[in-house]
C-alpha cells in the first residue's frame, strides 16, 4: 500500500463479529477464559486490548515497521525505551530537545546510574568522537523542537553501527510524522512519537508511541509496556486511530500553510531570525531535502527586539493563534518555550543552544492561510 493508503487501512480488518468497518471501544479491563490460560488472545487490558491492538498495528504500518506501541503519553513512551538500560550505560543525544525530554533524562534517569551527553547533531563526529563501549544509545530528534535542528539520521545511523551495530538508534519522529519522514527506513532501530501531536491531530488526547521492526526488541519493549502498565487507554486508541486516517491531508495543509508562514516571516521587518527547515537559508536545508518529503507545518522565529515583554505582546494578541502548549492538532497555536515547553531547562543550557526571550514557536494548523497571515501581520504590528 502507498502512504495514503496505509493511514486508512494499515493494519486493519473489519471487525468479526459485526462486519463494523471501525474497531470497537473494548471498554473492559478483562476477558472470560474457557479454562486457565484458554483465551481468545486477550486475558487483561494492561497487556493487550484490541482497540489498541487495533492502532498499534496502524502505527506499525505508516511507519513500515512491524510492531507499534500505544502508551499513556509520549514520555511514557521515552521512559519505556530508557528501561531498557542498566546504571552505567551511556546516551548520547541532541542538544536541543524538547523541554520534558531533557527533564525526563536529567532529573530521572541520570541519578539512575545513566549517563547523557548533550551534542550539536549537525557534525557526526560530534556523536562518533563520544562512543565508547559504554553507549547504549543515541537518541535523536529531527526537526528539533523548538529550533527545527535537522539530523541526518542514515549518516549517523551508519557511522554509530559501524562502530558498534548494537548500539540503538532511537529517533523522535513527533514534527514530522511518517507522512514525511521513515526513520526505520533510514536505519534507525526505535522510532518514538508523541502521539498527543499530529498522529491524534485533534487536540483530544494525550499518548506515545513507539515502532520497531526488530522482532527481539519489540518483545523487550512489550514486557517492559506490559509490566510497567503505562499503556494508552481504549477511548484515547479509538480517537487516536480515527486521527491517523486523516494524516496525509492535514500534513499536506499543514506543509503548504507552514512554508507560506515561514516566508512571510523571514521577510517582516520586525523578524530577526526564522527557523524552518524548507527555507533554503536553514543551514540544513539540503539534508531536510535529502530525508523528507516535505518540511512540515513547525515554524519558530525570533523578534528583533529581544526583550521578553516584545514576545508577550505578539503572544498575548493573536487572535487565530491560541496561545498554548502543544502542536500538531488542527488549529494553530502559538507558544514561548522559555516560559512554556522549554521552562525546565536551566537558562544557561537555553541560552548555550539559542532558546531566548525573543524566541516564538508556531504550530502551523490548517486554517485559511489569508486568515494566518492576518492574525500575524496584525499581533506584530504591536510588538
Same mark, same amino acid.
Given at each position: 500500500m502507498k502512504f495514503n493508503t496505509k493511514t486508512i487501512h494499515g493494519g486493519q480488518q473489519h471487525e468479526p463479529a459485526t462486519g463494523a468497518v471501525m474497531p470497537p471501544i473494548y471498554q473492559t479491563s478483562t476477558y472470560a477464559? *474457557? *479454562?486457565p490460560g484458554q483465551h481468545k488472545g486477550y486475558e487483561y487490558s494492561r497487556a493487550a486490548n484490541p482497540t489498541r491492538t487495533a492502532l498499534e498495528n496502524n502505527f506499525a504500518a505508516i511507519e513500515n515497521g512491524t510492531h507499534g506501541f500505544a502508551f499513556s503519553s509520549g514520555l511514557s @513512551?521515552?521512559?519505556?525505551?530508557l528501561r531498557m538500560l542498566n546504571p552505567g550505560d551511556e546516551v548520547i543525544a541532541g542538544d536541543d530537545l524538547y523541554g520534558g525530554t531533557y527533564r525526563m533524562f536529567t532529573k530521572m534517569f541520570q541519578k539512575y546510574g545513566l549517563k547523557f551527553h548533550f551534542v550539536d547533531m549537525n557534525s557526526v563526529e560530534n556523536i562518533t568522537n563520544l562512543v *565508547?563501549?559504554?553507549t547504549k544509545l543515541i537518541w535523536l530528534e529531527t526537526p528539533t523542537n523548538p529550533l527545527m535542528?535537522? @539530523?541526518?539520521?542514515?549518516?549517523i545511523t551508519n557511522a554509530v553501527k @559501524?562502530?558498534?551495530s548494537t548500539i540503538?538508534?532511537?529517533v523522535d519522529n513527533t514534527f514530522a510524522t511518517p507522512y514525511l519522514q521513515r526513520p526505520l527506513d533510514l536505519g534507525a532501530d526505535i522510532v518514538m512519537h508523541s502521539a498527543t501531536k499530529y498522529l491524534g491531530g485533534h487536540s483530544d488526547l494525550v499518548m506515545g508511541a513507539l515502532m520497531v521492526k526488530d522482532e527481539k526488541l519489540a518483545e523487550e519493549l512489550h514486557f517492559i509496556q506490559f509490566a510497567g502498565g503505562a499503556v494508552a487507554g481504549p477511548m484515547d486508541s479509538f480517537l487516536a486511530l480515527r486521527g491517523v486516517k486523516t494524516l496525509h491531508i492535514r500534513m499536506q495543509r499543514h506543509c503548504e500553510n507552514g512554508r507560506a508562514v515561514a516566508k512571510y516571516l523571514e521577510n517582516h521587518s520586525k523578524v530577526k531570525e526564522v527557523f524552518y527547515p524548507g527555507l533554503e537559508s536553514h543551514p540544513n536545508y539540503e539534508i531536510a531535502k535529502k530525508q523528507m518529503d516535505d518540511f512540515g507545518g513547525m515554524v519558530s522565529f525570533r523578534l528583533h527586539d529581544e526583550s521578553q515583554q516584545a514576545a508577550f505582546t505578539f503572544l498575548e494578541n493573536t487572535k487565530v493563534f491560541t496561545l498554548a502548549e502543544s502542536l500538531g492538532g488542527v488549529e494553530s497555536l502559538v507558544n514561548h518555550p522559555t516560559t512554556m515547553t522549554h521552562a525546565s531547562i536551566p537558562e544557561p543550557e537555553r541560552l548555550k543552544i539559542g532558546i531566548t526571550d525573543s524566541l516564538i514557536r508556531l504550530s502551523v494548523g490548517i486554517e485559511d492561510i489569508d486568515d494566518l497571515l492576518k492574525d500575524l501581520t496584525q499581533a506584530l504590528d504591536r510588538v
Open positions: 477464559q *474457557s *479454562s @513512551a521515552i521512559d519505556c525505551v *565508547s563501549d559504554k535542528k535537522i @539530523a541526518d539520521i542514515e549518516a @559501524a562502530i558498534n540503538l538508534v532511537t
